[in-house]
């Protein structure tokens, strides 16, 4: 199976084309998760409170929406320990049926560039000469900075594993245009130039949805760039960041989707993990109180984002 | 101290401006490692024979070189017990006296990017408050494809705990122009414009020799854009990978150093680690065997290194 047909799969079962991005951050984590740590190893004893605080989410958000986002950086911070709650994440989601994006934005060349793409979708090989699955996530974000060549081991192992990217193409911050709004040639941008190569990657790797697991990244905070990047890349799958808390609202985000409401998926993090409780809330409140707050984000999240594609796409099939 | 210092007296000492690249590959590493192997799961057993390889090469090199480049991709896809042996190694050759340069080519924006920096040079934050070093490298590669604002996190870190990055600015593979030659304008390339950013970095942050540890990857198979490079950034520091196995040879290495033979730093990977011994010779040789050839493959480059700098800079301070 295609694993972006399980994406879209998820995404009309919830009819949420949204993902939760699960970027632990002690700082913010409520203080009910960190009374009770168990470990004389400091950087263990955060690990679990990380992944115990993952599971709660998890199991929260688990029939709501299609899929979850860990963040490598807040994970691997923590050095092997926290990998190692990141690699527990990625199961846990996964056994509750969860399309699982590991936003790691790897990138390298060559036999490198393999050794990621094996590590993090593919499988590994050990001293016995057998292969086995490490990561084993579903979709693996990667940065195109070294060129086409540098893709090429990951797409590899897409198609071997039934695995997906998403190709950094137009990022939502702000200094995004430094590199990937310059004109390569033909008024083409870079970022434009990046989406016709994704797209002829895709177009040879389509599931039965008629959609594609080599997608893309495409912020939420230009929704123009948007337009042309649906257009270049009409098969591919888009993850797109910059939702609430990078400015990104519900209109900005219609021209990421197709007519059918699919093609997608769009990412909220701090917005659905720590922005409904204040600080001061967070340091007092029960697991119970905390997770409705994760639930009430949760779904508004998804009905502003229904909503709006509703409004605008008259042949959705959700 | 600022790192670079400690990078340019070593480099002064074993008058040798070259780095070993420790990308520890299990179907490389000579069959004598791989026979006592001490674990029942089976990725660490693989993550023990790594460590205990690097720590082999380590001794064997560290009076001869003045750092090693574990290669993140190749710790990371054997997961959390990888990632171990990732820590241990950067651990054992600081004890060593060698700088330690990640490559992980790292890249994000705000919080996230932070979480990188902060995991990789800083410190991070822990259940009581406090704040301890977790890999705790001395330089780390990043990818600049989400633009500057994505630089400042490792900058300020840097900064902070003196330590270094270096930017990709022109990296040694082929498909490297379709981004990082595009022109942004008055023909400066995307390369250039980067160089100019990372070089008013460094200019804000020098050391003791006048150098910076805010340095840039210049590949040396282009050694043409390398004397532009050069020039444009004459305090930071470079990395200079493709040399060897990738096709870039000591006299295309000269442009990327200056007149005092400083200024750079030439990596070799597979050049050391694997090159000087056929597949068949390393499924039968000693560890002694093994790591002779290590040294004569360190000092051959060494030598070509320093012949031809010597030859080409009359103001070589070593």
Do not use: W
């Not at 951050?25 to 400091?42: L, T």
């Not at 990141?86 to 399309?99: D, I, M, N, Q």
């Not at 990412?267 to 340091?283: C, K």
């Amino acid at each position: 199976m295609n694993i972006v047909d399980k994406l879209i799969e998820n995404t009309i079962r919830t009819k949420n084309p949204s993902v939760i991005g699960l970027d632990p951050d002690i700082g913010k984590i409520p203080a009910c998760y960190k009374v009770n740590a168990k470990s004389n190893n400091p950087f263990e004893a955060v690990a679990n409170v990380i992944y115990e605080f993952n599971r709660d989410v998890i199991d929260t958000v688990a029939d709501l929406v299609p899929a979850v986002k860990p963040q490598m950086a807040f994970y691997e911070k923590y050095g092997s320990y926290g990998v190692a709650a990141f690699e527990k994440t990625v199961a846990y989601a996964k056994s509750k049926g969860l399309v699982v994006i590991e936003d790691a934005k790897r990138n390298d060349i060559g036999n490198t560039a393999g050794a990621y793409a094996d590590g993090h979708l593919g499988c590994v090989e050990l001293l016995d000469g057998s292969c086995s699955p490490s990561f084993d996530a579903d979709f693996l974000t990667v940065t195109p900075f070294l060129g086409s060549e540098s893709l090429h081991p990951f797409i590899d192992v897409c198609v071997k594993n039934s695995k997906g990217i998403f190709v950094l193409v137009k990022t939502s911050n702000t200094s995004s245009g430094e590199i990937q709004d310059v004109v390569v040639s033909d008024g083409m941008t870079i970022s434009q130039s990046i989406a016709k190569y994704v797209s002829e990657q895709a177009d040879a790797f389509t599931g039965e949805h008629g959609y594609s697991s080599i997608g893309a990244v495409v912020g939420a905070t230009y929704p123009e760039e948007a337009v042309s990047l649906r257009k270049l890349m009409p098969k591919s799958y888009f993850l797109v960041p910059g939702y609430g808390a990078q400015g990104g609202s519900a209109k900005d985000i219609i021209p990421c989707f197709n007519e059918d409401g699919l093609g997608a998926i769009v990412n909220s993090s701090r917005g659905i993990l720590y922005a409904h409780m204040s600080e001061t809330e967070r340091q007092q409140c029960s697991r119970d109180e905390y997770l409705q707050c994760v639930v009430a984000a949760t779904i508004t999240m998804k009905t502003e984002i229904y909503t709006v594609l509703k409004k605008n796409y008259t042949n959705m099939i959700y």
